[in-house]
């Protein structure tokens, strides 16, 4: 047999049981089998480059664990959709369309909005050859061994020629409560929401576990084809049909009315679907008209997305407990009985404060009326007061804090704990805080040690962590020589952080991340803080009268005053060391998104303001660039939406001067 042969043999023996294995859910040889013949082609792959190929399973399906996905470059970028609320933005967007192409009739088609990630297929001479993520729009990820593992997508069709085709990968409801449900038993993070399931389960780098999540598709474009032809989008739809795509089949062509009349009917029939949908997409149905409209920047001028009106549902609040905060602030919380809505598993609701209770009279046992609108928080709209049981008696609002039993007293809207940091509450929160991200940023010393140590008696105050000695914490249960030694090691590292992160992580009430950093670069030493006048502080256009007050106040206390040195005795530098290495980025505002090889967004986000530049966290018209990383989140989307520059990594570096790459900014 001469090593073609042999090869192809493999290949097929590989494939055949790929089949059995992903598409009937009949393994046909055991996993180490498996593995021992791929491993054989590999090597003979590897001898004879030659021969290698790129729908060679060594390269496709096998459950292996790939090195990283390799990013793609969509021949079409995956533009995004603009929105209607209303059925009179819908109205107003079938104005537009005819007038732009001076028709009075224009028929439209409308489609579910799935609500999952979309996808790139990729065929060439019928076998599906490559399925990318949407990524940045640009570049997606390559997760063809992933996306043949989905049983709904064929991976070989009649269309012969080079053929794209665009849809959803979603997860239904039912898959997705197993899939937590099991999670929950093993003890494993749970998922958001089917769609962040959808997302974790197809970029996972091992398939053999998206084989396991039962993803699904829809697929709704043909990007481009040399062998089709298809004048409009419900041909579109019945082409793919037929090619044995799956396809949604809720979906109408008519006049702007029928649209809005088919709306009317998703949203009453949303709640009984079997998957998450977040709106109607109404696209104008001849491709010739949508050649015509063509695109803007972001998205097509022939389609826009009806979006739905935030979803109510009818829950139970089990229970209203209260968390008391960093600072003393009683929350209460409504525990609900968990509901999918908008998207996502509720099951608390913030009930914000004692007044919110009373107006909407809000009492346990009670049905409420739930809303949730997209990626805002849940809120109870309204209690359904017919289906009050008889026993109920109006919610009492504690008079003592449930955490340390002291006093409480009502500061406006607020009902406050006076225990301050002899209530645990506080005191924990407020230590962790004081070594979070942006404060002092002791990594490794998270909210489990430090509730930990404050139960030990160990740490009372931000001044016993530098006091504390590795011998104090090797000896507790859990802890061993070689983490002991790693916390001290980062607490110690946390010295020279400056005075803005001390300055935030001080928690002073009405001084934020920004505040703090602006109070540092004002000011430059604690020592002019300590003996600062609220004049003085005015003088700072972003310091209020309330921020002023609270600053003075701050620091004219006693235990504050202790604090701050003994912190210093012991070595917390206490200036702003921050000079600008340049002036690259001035009058930059740049909000960063996504996850990047070698950086982490602070370190970018540092970078970013030690040249001049602005890092903000959301995206507005005023931003100036999106930095895209890897998964970036809805701030790219925003961006685009915006209209607001997006650039990569090497954009940024490429904006500042060539000295200042990462090793220089490392030193
Ligand atoms: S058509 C130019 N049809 O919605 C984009 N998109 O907000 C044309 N989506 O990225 C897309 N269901 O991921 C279209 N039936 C559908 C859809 C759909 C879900 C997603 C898609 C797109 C996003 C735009």
Request: aromatic share 8%.
């Amino acid at each position: 047999m001469d090593i073609l042969e042999k090869i192809n043999n493999l290949r097929k023996t590989l494939n055949q049981a790929n089949e059995n294995y992903y598409e009937k859910d009949m393994p046909t040889i055991t996993d180490s089998e498996y593995d021992e013949i791929l491993a054989e082609l590999s090597k003979l792959e590897e001898l004879y480059p030659e021969y290698k190929s790129i729908d060679s399973p060594t390269s496709k399906v096998g459950g292996k664990v790939s090195e990283k996905f390799n990013s793609y470059k969509h021949r079409y970028p995956l533009l995004s959709l603009g929105n209607a609320f209303s059925y009179q933005e819908l109205r107003a967007f079938d104005i537009r369309v005819k007038k732009a192409l001076n028709k009075e009739y224009i028929e439209y088609m409308a489609e579910l909005k799935i609500d999952g990630l979309s996808v790139a297929l990729i065929y060439q001479n019928g076998e599906l050859i490559l399925g990318a993520t949407r990524g940045d729009g640009s570049f997606g990820e390559n997760v063809t061994n992933n996306i043949m593992t989905i049983k709904d997508i064929p991976k070989t069709i009649k269309i012969k020629g080079n053929l794209e085709v665009r849809g959803e990968v979603f997860m239904d409801n039912k898959t997705f409560d197993d899939l937590n449900t099991i999670r929950l038993i093993e003890g494993l993070p749970l998922f958001r929401n089917p769609r962040n399931a959808a997302a974790g389960s197809l970029r996972q780098l091992n398939n053999r576990i998206t084989s396991q999540r039962r993803l699904k598709s829809f697929i709704y474009e043909i990007t481009y084809s040399d062998k089709l032809n298809y004048k409009s989008q419900d041909e579109v739809i019945r082409l793919l049909k037929d090619n044995n795509f799956s396809t949604n089949n809720k979906w109408i062509k008519g006049d702007i009315e029928d649209i809005i009349n088919f709306c009317k009917k998703v949203i009453l029939e949303r709640n009984s679907l079997k998957y998450g949908i977040d709106g109607v997409v109404v696209k104008v149905n001849k491709l010739a008209d949508q050649m015509e409209l063509g695109y803007t920047e972001k998205s097509p001028r022939w389609a826009i997305a009806y979006k739905f009106p935030p979803e109510q549902k009818e829950t139970i609040v089990k229970d209203i407990t209260i968390s008391v905060g960093r600072t003393g602030v009683l929350t209460p919380m409504a525990e609900l009985k968990e509901t999918l809505i908008g998207g996502s598993q509720v099951k608390r609701a913030t009930l914000h404060n004692q007044d919110y209770i009373i107006d909407k009279d809000i009492r346990v046992g009670d049905t409420v009326i739930l809303q949730k609108a997209g990626d805002v928080i849940p809120e109870i709209v309204r209690v359904i007061t017919e289906k009050r049981p008889q026993t109920s008696t109006p919610y009492i609002f504690p008079d003592k804090c449930p955490i340390c039993c002291s006093e409480v007293i009502k500061i406006e809207a607020s009902i406050k704990c006076t225990g301050e940091l002899y209530c645990p509450a506080q005191l924990v929160k407020g230590l962790i805080h004081f070594v979070s991200r942006d404060a002092m940023d002791i990594n490794g010393l998270g909210e489990k040690y430090i509730e930990y140590f404050v139960k030990e008696g160990l740490i009372n105050t931000p001044v016993d962590l530098y006091r504390l000695k590795k011998e104090d914490i090797s000896v507790l249960e859990g802890l061993g020589e070689k983490s002991a030694n790693n916390i001290i090691e980062e607490i110690s590292k946390s010295k020279t952080r400056g005075l803005g992160p001390l300055l935030y992580g001080f928690g002073i009430p009405l001084i934020g991340n920004k505040g703090a950093k602006i109070l540092a670069k004002s000011f430059k030493s604690i020592d002019r803080l300590l003996n600062l006048n609220k004049e003085e502080l005015l003088e700072i256009e972003t310091v209020g009268d309330k921020m002023a007050d609270s600053i003075v106040a701050f620091f004219n206390e006693s235990r504050n005053i202790n604090i701050i040195s003994e912190l210093r005795s012991l070595g917390v530098i206490m200036e702003d060391d921050t000079r600008n290495l340049s002036e690259d980025l001035k009058g930059k505002t740049i909000v960063i998104t996504g996850s990047f090889s070698g950086y982490d967004r602070k370190e970018l986000s540092n970078l970013v303001e030690l040249h001049g530049g602005k890092a903000s966290s959301s995206v507005s018209k005023k931003t100036s660039y999106v930095l895209a990383g890897d998964d970036p989140g809805s701030k790219l989307s925003k961006a685009v939406d915006l209209g607001v520059k997006v650039i990569t990594l090497d954009d940024l570096l490429g904006l500042i001067s060539e000295r200042m790459k990462k090793d220089e900014y490392n030193k």
